[in-house]
């Protein structure tokens, strides 16, 4: 689930970041410089990718172990993720709000996926092995 929730994340926010194009806070521009399909990653605040992915994986682990303190310990891992994201001036505020909220979101919707394809029976896992990986299906 988290590999599932981290390709959708890159796979949504790369061309998102380009298409927005919204300079970053250490441009000195300002929060509504946009300069959009500006490849230059001064232009990429928009939208907090670590944040998304943090928030992914900790809703993901959250969700899996289900203890309260696992899940205080995921969630203050991924807020760490987003004040550092702030502190090294890559984001604006809502850059990250909107990135948690994604990543939320995100790994909300493939853990419903999931559990919903694990009570009709289906079953798709992922197995590292040392040589590679073995893709299991059953339906």
Known sequence: M??????LTAAVQQPLRL???RARPLTGEGNLSFDPFNAANEYAAFISGHTWSAMAVST????????????????SLAGVTAGSRLYAGKHW??????????????????WRWHKARAVAGSK??????PNGFVVNASF
Not at 98 to 105: E, K, L, R, T
Not at 124 to 129: A, E, G, T
């Open 2 to 7: 988290m590999v599932e929730a981290l390709l």
């Open 93 to 110: 505020l809502s850059d990250v709000l909107i990135g948690g909220a994604a990543g939320y979101y995100t790994a909300s919707t493939i």
């Open 124 to 129: 798709l896992s992922l197995l590292l092995v």
């Open 60 to 75: 993901i682990i959250s969700r899996q172990v289900g203890k309260p303190w696992v899940s205080v310990l995921a969630y």
């Open 19 to 21: 298409a927005v194009g």
